[in-house]
């Protein structure tokens, strides 16, 4: 049986079902009570479960984090919502430093079964610090589960999935897609570390995750009109990252290009790459390419459509794996690497 | 920098009943100790300039909001009934002060002197950073909550460090109390007596949450525990504000360490252009506050000190209408930053990796030139 909800609806859904199956679950966060949070992904829930259950928090993140490791002491399994992606640095250090390494620390016998919801991504039109992708970050610490969502269906069944975990999960929300709708049946369920072949081709795969994963099927519609066959990954999960899929895939086609918002430096990207780098090298055709974020802070949103990766982009970079002709042709030619002048020594 | 632990204060917070005014809503003047020694230069003219100075700041906050809804600006925190808090102490700052605040401070980038045309920008989303902060002597605004107290705390700490005559304010909202990083500050500002000033604005919301969230006590008690001195002041009475400011820097000046002032004042606006207050709040509550607004009750004193109020309000408008149409012209009319943006001012000086994400995304536009 499925319904047609937006992504943000089928997040609501997921926090709905998730209190109504268990009283052990709580949500935490600000604005998330009667706003219905700044997004409306949280609309009704407090006027349904009560104060006690949907918690308007005061403004301190590294606190909502914080106390939600004691409670997930007593056995609650708290959802705390970080309002935007720019807004959780402050909670760094209690993600990091302590609900990563409890289990570890304790010798099992410690579970922080939290999940923590963060509203991710460009393509808002905002101002600074609501347009980052900092999943990296966290993806880089081992003990946290870190996954995305690209569908109103991933949403739902991932949050579920995150929500039931013993593990702590950071969910990253692609917030530019809230209000795009899918179909959403509830009762499929997905776990935490699969990813999904989304589009199949033999030509070139292209890793994408969030809110990537539209552009990069809108990428292989396109080349499917030049006669190449583009594979889509959907990654779903950033860490651990399933290698193995991708890697099964590249022995088939020969040619890979990960994209993401986040920066290229240090990136789920650098990651994947060189995972497959090592486990796939003999099928690689082409150097493996990247279409990211460029690796300056995430700019004026006046420009984000600049540094987004984008349709036009990915197509590019499809053509440069298959040695077609592209943006980059002649690049390496050292007359065009002439010193960049505009704006930049200012 | 040696650690001072500051001596205990018999009685650190005032106005913690009612907060401090000088002003009635009718305009007339209410006797006040601690404040009137510090407004006895406050003439018909001085008032004049606060007067102005709130009319042109409302208007600028007018047409903003108004620009925002035509598509001009992407988004606006409106300070609609916040402009005496903001006026009081901005004009009791000396130039070589410094100002650390949020978002929500387009009364103080106003009389520091911002570039308008630069202003705009900031707000359509063109730039990160609009004034030179070394030259109107204001950190950029701040959007991550309380992350300014400790830089002002910090600044404060410097300036006393190089014996200059020099005083940090800086600026926040009641939810920003809750942060680490504010309470950090207090405790630095306290333990190094840095001449920094704390302005809380407590207009009564975070977003939706009202102040109750964040404490079960009058946000002017929280200082006193960290040895601060505080005071609990109306800050919808510009004479009381800009009285309490004066209070607040010549302590830091003469080397009496920090001070917390609670503007107690209301957001009449939303959060900003995409907020939706009727989710969260009974717009019954504002009636109280439109009662107590901060630019009537001066145009009442004025009256009362025989001003000629058409006089003054004429002016006042054409100030206003002058600052708004300069902005307007901003607004609609800024060149929008090219894609080199993007690249720019990552660094001291240009990396090889960035220069080379710059050609090649140069190279990505020419190739598709014409498709777009
Ligand atoms: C660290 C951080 N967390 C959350 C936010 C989202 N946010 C923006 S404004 C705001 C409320 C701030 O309230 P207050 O401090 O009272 O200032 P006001 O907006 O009322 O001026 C919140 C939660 C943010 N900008 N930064
Ligand atoms: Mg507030």
Redesign the interface.
């Given at each position: 049986m499925s319904e047609t909800l937006t992504l943000a609806k089928a997040v609501n859904a997921a926090l709905s079902d998730a209190l109504e199956g268990d009283d052990r679950v709580l949500l935490m966060g600000?604005?998330i009570?009667?706003?219905?949070g700044?997004f409306r992904v949280t609309d009704g829930l407090q006027a349904r479960f009560g104060p006690q259950r949907v918690i308007?928090?005061?403004?301190?993140e590294?606190?909502i984090i914080g106390t939600a490791i004691g409670m997930s002491y007593r056995g609650f399994r708290v959802v705390a919502e970080i309002q935007f992606d720019?807004?959780i640095?402050?909670a760094f250090d209690q993600i990091v430093a302590q609900v990563a390494k409890l289990r570890y620390r304790s010798r099992g016998r410690v579970a922080m079964p939290l999940t923590i919801r963060v509203p991710y991504g460009g393509a808002i039109?905002?101002?600074?610090?609501?347009s980052e992708s900092p999943e990296s970050y966290f993806a880089h610490t081992a003990g946290l589960r870190v996954v995305t969502a690209s569908t109103p269906q991933e949403a739902y069944s991932t949050l579920r999935a995150a929500i039931a975990s013993d593990d702590p999960v950071l969910f990253f929300e692609p917030k530019g897609k809230y209000y795009s709708k899918g179909e959403v049946d509830r009762s499929i369920v997905r776990d935490l570390e699969t990813a999904n072949v989304v589009a199949s081709g033999r030509d070139v795969t292209i890793a994408a995750y969030g809110p990537t994963v539209e552009t990069a099927l809108r990428a292989a519609i396109a080349a499917a009109d030049e006669g190449i066959e583009v594979e889509v990954i959907d990654l779903r999960a950033i860490s651990p990252l399933d290698v193995d899929t991708v890697v099964a895939s590249v022995r088939r086609t020969g040619r890979l290009v990960v994209t993401h918002e986040a920066p290229a430096?240090s990136s789920v990207s650098s990651e994947l790459i060189a995972s497959v780098a090592e486990r796939a090298f003999p099928f690689l055709e082409a150097a493996p390419e990247r279409v990211t974020g460029?690796?300056?802070?995430y700019?004026?949103?006046?420009?984000e459509h600049?540094?987004l990766p984008s349709l036009?982009?990915l197509l590019?970079a499809v053509d440069r794996t298959l040695g077609r002709r592209?943006?980059?042709t002649g690049?390496d030619d050292p007359s065009?690497?002439a010193?960049?002048t505009?704006?930049?020594?200012? | 920098m040696s650690i001072i632990v500051p001596a205990p204060h018999p009685e650190l917070a005032v106005g913690l009943d009612s907060p401090l005014t000088v002003l009635d809503l009718d305009g007339t003047r209410i006797a006040n100790e601690l404040l009137d020694p510090h407004l006895t230069d406050i003439d018909e003219s001085a008032l004049t300039t606060l007067y102005v100075d709130m009319v042109r700041v409302r208007r600028l906050d007018t047409e903003a909001f108004a620009l925002t809804r035509q598509g001009h600006l992407v988004l606006w925190p409106p300070l609609l009934g916040q402009e005496a808090a903001q006026v009081g102490p901005a004009r009791a700052l000396a130039p070589q002060d410094w100002v650390f605040g949020s978002y929500r401070e387009h009364g103080f980038a106003l009389l520091r002197g911002a570039d308008m045309a630069e202003f705009a920008r900031i707000w359509k989303a063109f730039a990160h950073g609009g004034w030179d902060p070394h030259e109107i002597r204001m950190a950029p605004s701040q959007i991550i909550i309380g992350a300014q107290t400790l830089h002002g705390t910090g600044y404060a700490m410097a300036a006393k460090m190089d014996g200059a005559d020099e005083v940090a304010l800086t600026t926040f909202g009641d939810g920003a109390t809750s942060e680490g990083d504010v309470n950090e500050a207090l405790v630095w500002a306290s333990a190094f007596q840095a001449p920094v000033v704390f302005l809380c604005q407590n207009n009564q919301y975070a977003i939706s949450e009202p102040v109750a969230v964040q404490s079960g006590v009058p946000l002017a008690l929280r200082p006193t525990g960290f040895g601060i001195p505080s005071l609990r002041v109306d800050g919808n009475d510009v004479l009381a504000m800009h009285a309490a400011a004066r209070i607040a820097f010549d302590r830091a000046r003469s080397g009496g360490g920090p001070t917390f002032i609670e503007a107690v004042t209301y957001r009449r606006g939303p959060h900003t252009t995409t907020d939706d207050p009727k989710r969260y709040r009974d717009e019954a509550e504002m009636e109280a506050w439109i009662a107590k607004d901060p630019i009537d009750r001066v145009e009442r004193a004025l009256t009362r000190m025989g001003a000629n109020m058409e006089a003054v309000r004429a002016e006042a408008k054409i100030r206003a209408d002058q600052l708004a149409k300069e902005f307007r012209a901003a607004a609609e009319h800024a060149e929008p930053p090219t894609a080199d943006a993007i690249f720019d001012h990552v660094y001291a000086q240009p990396t090889k990796r960035l220069e080379r994400q710059r050609l090649e995304h140069r190279a990505f536009l020419a190739s598709i030139e014409g498709d777009r």
């Amino acid at each position: 049986m499925s319904e047609t909800l937006t992504l943000a609806k089928a997040v609501n859904a997921a926090l709905s079902d998730a209190l109504e199956g268990d009283d052990r679950v709580l949500l935490m966060g600000e604005d998330i009570g009667k706003l219905g949070g700044v997004f409306r992904v949280t609309d009704g829930l407090q006027a349904r479960f009560g104060p006690q259950r949907v918690i308007d928090s005061p403004l301190a993140e590294s606190a909502i984090i914080g106390t939600a490791i004691g409670m997930s002491y007593r056995g609650f399994r708290v959802v705390a919502e970080i309002q935007f992606d720019g807004f959780i640095y402050p909670a760094f250090d209690q993600i990091v430093a302590q609900v990563a390494k409890l289990r570890y620390r304790s010798r099992g016998r410690v579970a922080m079964p939290l999940t923590i919801r963060v509203p991710y991504g460009g393509a808002i039109g905002s101002v600074e610090h609501h347009s980052e992708s900092p999943e990296s970050y966290f993806a880089h610490t081992a003990g946290l589960r870190v996954v995305t969502a690209s569908t109103p269906q991933e949403a739902y069944s991932t949050l579920r999935a995150a929500i039931a975990s013993d593990d702590p999960v950071l969910f990253f929300e692609p917030k530019g897609k809230y209000y795009s709708k899918g179909e959403v049946d509830r009762s499929i369920v997905r776990d935490l570390e699969t990813a999904n072949v989304v589009a199949s081709g033999r030509d070139v795969t292209i890793a994408a995750y969030g809110p990537t994963v539209e552009t990069a099927l809108r990428a292989a519609i396109a080349a499917a009109d030049e006669g190449i066959e583009v594979e889509v990954i959907d990654l779903r999960a950033i860490s651990p990252l399933d290698v193995d899929t991708v890697v099964a895939s590249v022995r088939r086609t020969g040619r890979l290009v990960v994209t993401h918002e986040a920066p290229a430096e240090s990136s789920v990207s650098s990651e994947l790459i060189a995972s497959v780098a090592e486990r796939a090298f003999p099928f690689l055709e082409a150097a493996p390419e990247r279409v990211t974020g460029y690796d300056s802070p995430y700019p004026p949103s006046a420009v984000e459509h600049d540094y987004l990766p984008s349709l036009d982009r990915l197509l590019d970079a499809v053509d440069r794996t298959l040695g077609r002709r592209n943006s980059r042709t002649g690049l390496d030619d050292p007359s065009a690497l002439a010193p960049a002048t505009t704006g930049a020594a200012r | 920098m040696s650690i001072i632990v500051p001596a205990p204060h018999p009685e650190l917070a005032v106005g913690l009943d009612s907060p401090l005014t000088v002003l009635d809503l009718d305009g007339t003047r209410i006797a006040n100790e601690l404040l009137d020694p510090h407004l006895t230069d406050i003439d018909e003219s001085a008032l004049t300039t606060l007067y102005v100075d709130m009319v042109r700041v409302r208007r600028l906050d007018t047409e903003a909001f108004a620009l925002t809804r035509q598509g001009h600006l992407v988004l606006w925190p409106p300070l609609l009934g916040q402009e005496a808090a903001q006026v009081g102490p901005a004009r009791a700052l000396a130039p070589q002060d410094w100002v650390f605040g949020s978002y929500r401070e387009h009364g103080f980038a106003l009389l520091r002197g911002a570039d308008m045309a630069e202003f705009a920008r900031i707000w359509k989303a063109f730039a990160h950073g609009g004034w030179d902060p070394h030259e109107i002597r204001m950190a950029p605004s701040q959007i991550i909550i309380g992350a300014q107290t400790l830089h002002g705390t910090g600044y404060a700490m410097a300036a006393k460090m190089d014996g200059a005559d020099e005083v940090a304010l800086t600026t926040f909202g009641d939810g920003a109390t809750s942060e680490g990083d504010v309470n950090e500050a207090l405790v630095w500002a306290s333990a190094f007596q840095a001449p920094v000033v704390f302005l809380c604005q407590n207009n009564q919301y975070a977003i939706s949450e009202p102040v109750a969230v964040q404490s079960g006590v009058p946000l002017a008690l929280r200082p006193t525990g960290f040895g601060i001195p505080s005071l609990r002041v109306d800050g919808n009475d510009v004479l009381a504000m800009h009285a309490a400011a004066r209070i607040a820097f010549d302590r830091a000046r003469s080397g009496g360490g920090p001070t917390f002032i609670e503007a107690v004042t209301y957001r009449r606006g939303p959060h900003t252009t995409t907020d939706d207050p009727k989710r969260y709040r009974d717009e019954a509550e504002m009636e109280a506050w439109i009662a107590k607004d901060p630019i009537d009750r001066v145009e009442r004193a004025l009256t009362r000190m025989g001003a000629n109020m058409e006089a003054v309000r004429a002016e006042a408008k054409i100030r206003a209408d002058q600052l708004a149409k300069e902005f307007r012209a901003a607004a609609e009319h800024a060149e929008p930053p090219t894609a080199d943006a993007i690249f720019d001012h990552v660094y001291a000086q240009p990396t090889k990796r960035l220069e080379r994400q710059r050609l090649e995304h140069r190279a990505f536009l020419a190739s598709i030139e014409g498709d777009r």
